[in-house]
C-alpha cells in the first residue's frame, strides 16, 4: 500500500477535489429542500461547468488520475445542478 505524504503536490489535488466535490453537494441539497434557485447564476454555472470539463481532460491527459475523476464527478453534479436549475425556473 502507498504511503500517503501530507505535503505531496497530488495529496492536495485529491483534498481539493474531494472539497470541491462536497460544496457542489452542499449546492444540490440546497436547491432541492429549498426547491428556489435564487441567486444562482446559470453563465457562471455553465462556464464553471466547462473549467471542470477542461481539467478533468487534463488530468486524462497527463496521467492526474485525482485531477481527473474528481474534476469528472464535479463536472456531472454542476451538469445535474444546471439541469434540474432550469427546471426550477420553468
Not at 66 to 88: D, R
Amino acid at each position: 500500500m502507498k504511503k500517503i505524504k501530507i505535503f505531496e503536490l497530488e495529496t492536495h489535488v485529491w483534498i481539493a477535489g474531494f472539497a470541491n466535490i462536497a460544496g457542489l453537494i452542499s449546492q444540490i441539497y440546497t436547491l432541492i429542500s429549498t426547491q428556489t434557485s435564487e441567486g444562482l447564476s446559470l453563465v457562471m454555472c455553465v462556464m464553471f461547468n466547462y473549467i471542470q470539463f477542461v481539467y478533468a481532460r487534463l488530468g486524462k491527459k497527463t496521467g492526474n488520475k485525482a485531477l481527473m475523476w474528481c474534476m469528472y464527478i464535479s463536472f456531472i453534479i454542476e451538469l445535474f445542478i444546471i439541469i434540474y436549475t432550469l427546471y426550477l425556473r420553468n
